[in-house]
């Protein structure tokens, strides 16, 4: 008989876009304690890409569904666009299966709270939406440092989610499924914020995590982003509600490469993660100056990610071990990013009312 601890989770892939073709290598390639049983994704193309990518074990359905209900998993990761995420994860916790998910859960606060509600109702299902800073070994370091005082009482937080340039017009598109730069990017640089500053310490009320925020952004490259609402930089100010700060620069339209950086403020220090984000140590040193290759994407800076958030949800199931993400940790920081979102798009700032909700009409 198999035991728990020699047994492999067998599980079905959502999406099979720019991160899903990855986690499909990482599923397939890099997870002993993982079996890819099936993958699914409606577009053209993807069930050839399936077949030329893929272990021919794993079945191919173009309809999510069908993968959902006979796929022969008991774990499911979503890769799919923003907006198709709440009704997958919906129906893959009425069906018994564990669930992870890509950020953000959704493009608005009332859809992710329904699917946070859903996923607290199961506690006997895993569900995890895993930052992928959070699983990168320089935030964690940074993390012990903090956690052991070295820093001082942590107070503020900068942070940069910065793209390249796309000259094919993704970030148009994408834009249209992805809730904006704010709800998009920003969950990130949110999330890393929450992970660092102890938003809940002092309150009064414990429901209330934040009391304002503010954004402002641009369409410096990207103008047709303006008809759906959206910026390719975007500037945000948050107040939490025990007088903590998070700031932080979002953007598209980098020339060098990609771009992600956060500073931690402490009363006895600070500290920087990814100051420049270099892909490795060689220095050209020429006539120009000094010069380094710059990550070309988030997918490259944070590859390590992607493989320890799946160890971490394989493990958790297989083990029956806690997950150091809980859904609540998602819903913050959705509630954060859409009111973000929501202020870029009316010029306003947005309040967070007793319950701890954002305030927007
Ligand atoms: N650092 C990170 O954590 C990180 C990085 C990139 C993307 N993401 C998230 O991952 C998700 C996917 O992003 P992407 O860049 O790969 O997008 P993408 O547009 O490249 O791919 C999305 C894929 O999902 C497929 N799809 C749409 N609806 C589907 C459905 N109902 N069932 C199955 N497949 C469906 C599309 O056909 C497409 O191939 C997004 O939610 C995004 O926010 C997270």
Same mark, same amino acid.
Request: glycine share 8%.
């Given at each position: 008989?198999?035991?728990?601890?020699?047994?492999?989770?067998?599980?079905?892939?959502?999406?099979?876009?720019?991160?899903?073709?990855?986690?499909?290598?990482?599923?397939?390639?890099?997870?002993?304690?993982?079996?890819?049983?099936?993958?699914?994704?409606?577009?053209?193309?993807?069930?050839?890409?399936?077949?030329?990518?893929?272990?021919?074990?794993?079945?191919?359905?173009?309809?999510?569904?069908?993968?959902?209900?006979?796929?022969?998993?008991?774990?499911?990761?979503?890769?799919?666009?923003?907006?198709?995420?709440?009704?997958?994860?919906?129906?893959?916790?009425?069906?018994?299966?564990?669930?992870?998910?890509?950020?953000?859960?959704?493009?608005?606060?009332?859809?992710?709270?329904?699917?946070?509600?859903?996923?607290?109702?199961?506690?006997?299902?895993?569900?995890?939406?895993?930052?992928?800073?959070?699983?990168?070994?320089?935030?964690?370091?940074?993390?012990?440092?903090?956690?052991?005082?070295?820093?001082?009482?942590?107070?503020?937080?900068?942070?940069?989610?910065?793209?390249?340039?796309?000259?094919?017009?993704?970030?148009?598109?994408?834009?249209?499924?992805?809730?904006?730069?704010?709800?998009?990017?920003?969950?990130?640089?949110?999330?890393?914020?929450?992970?660092?500053?102890?938003?809940?310490?002092?309150?009064?009320?414990?429901?209330?995590?934040?009391?304002?925020?503010?954004?402002?952004?641009?369409?410096?490259?990207?103008?047709?982003?303006?008809?759906?609402?959206?910026?390719?930089?975007?500037?945000?100010?948050?107040?939490?509600?025990?007088?903590?700060?998070?700031?932080?620069?979002?953007?598209?339209?980098?020339?060098?490469?990609?771009?992600?950086?956060? /500073?931690?403020?402490? *009363?006895?220090?600070?500290? %920087?993660?990814?100051?420049? =984000? &270099? !892909? #490795?140590?060689?220095?050209?040193?020429?006539?120009?100056?000094? /010069?380094?290759?710059? *990550?070309?994407?988030?997918? %490259?800076?944070?590859?390590? =990610? &992607? !493989? #320890?958030?799946?160890?971490?949800?394989?493990?958790?199931?297989?083990?029956?071990?806690?997950?150091?993400?809980?859904?609540?940790?998602?819903?913050?920081?959705?509630?954060?990013?859409?009111?973000?979102?929501?202020?870029?798009?009316?010029?306003?700032?947005?309040?967070?009312?007793?319950?701890?909700?954002?305030?927007?009409?």
């Amino acid at each position: 008989m198999t035991s728990a601890t020699d047994r492999k989770l067998k599980v079905a892939l959502f999406g099979l876009g720019r991160l899903g073709a990855i986690r499909a290598n990482i599923l397939v390639n890099l997870q002993p304690d993982i079996e890819l049983v099936a993958a699914s994704d409606p577009k053209p193309g993807a069930e050839q890409w399936a077949a030329q990518n893929l272990p021919p074990t794993v079945q191919f359905f173009a309809d999510p569904v069908e993968c959902l209900e006979k796929g022969g998993a008991e774990a499911v990761l979503i890769s799919t666009a923003t907006a198709t995420h709440a009704p997958l994860v919906l129906k893959a916790l009425d069906l018994g299966l564990h669930v992870m998910c890509e950020k953000p859960i959704a493009v608005d606060v009332e859809t992710t709270k329904k699917v946070v509600e859903k996923a607290k109702s199961r506690p006997e299902l895993k569900f995890l939406v895993p930052f992928c800073r959070r699983y990168d070994d320089s935030y964690r370091s940074l993390k012990k440092l903090v956690e052991a005082g070295e820093l001082g009482e942590i107070h503020a937080v900068d942070s940069t989610c910065l793209d390249q340039q796309d000259p094919t017009g993704f970030f148009v598109t994408f834009s249209a499924q992805s809730g904006g730069i704010f709800v998009d990017m920003g969950v990130h640089d949110i999330d890393i914020a929450r992970y660092y500053l102890d938003v809940t310490k002092g309150l009064s009320n414990p429901k209330k995590q934040v009391n304002k925020v503010f954004a402002l952004g641009q369409t410096a490259v990207y103008t047709d982003l303006n008809k759906y609402g959206d910026a390719d930089n975007g500037f945000a100010l948050v107040e939490f509600a025990n007088g903590k700060l998070l700031t932080f620069h979002l953007g598209r339209t980098l020339t060098n490469g990609f771009e992600g950086a956060t /500073r931690v403020f402490g *009363t006895k220090g600070s500290a %920087v993660v990814n100051g420049n =984000s &270099f !892909v #490795n140590r060689v220095e050209v040193r020429d006539q120009h100056g000094v /010069r380094t290759a710059t *990550t070309p994407d988030a997918f %490259v800076l944070y590859e390590k =990610s &992607f !493989v #320890n958030d799946l160890k971490e949800f394989a493990t958790s199931i297989l083990h029956d071990k806690p997950l150091t993400l809980t859904p609540d940790d998602a819903l913050e920081a959705a509630k954060i990013a859409t009111a973000l979102q929501y202020s870029f798009r009316k010029g306003v700032p947005v309040y967070f009312d007793e319950e701890g909700d954002p305030i927007m009409e």
